[in-house]
């Protein structure tokens, strides 16, 4: 796709970071109902809920 102006250009760059900003939220709000579901599961199953890992505590 060629732009015709500067102007286009921008006013795309501006499109697409409202884009990513949207996506983004919506991923957050899809993993929080993931998880929420996850611990319905884990309720009905009786299972304890656990803690998921700390992908910045290094595994130990």
């Not at 102006?5 to 709000?29: H, I």
Request: aromatic share 2%.
């Amino acid at each position: 796709m060629t732009l015709a102006s500067p102007q286009d250009a921008l006013r795309e760059n501006a499109y697409l970071r409202q884009r990513v900003a949207q996506l983004q939220d919506d991923v957050t709000a899809i993993t929080a109902e993931a998880e929420r579901l996850r611990q319905i599961v884990e309720r009905l199953h009786g299972r304890a809920p656990q803690a998921a890992p700390n992908p910045l505590g290094g595994g130990q």
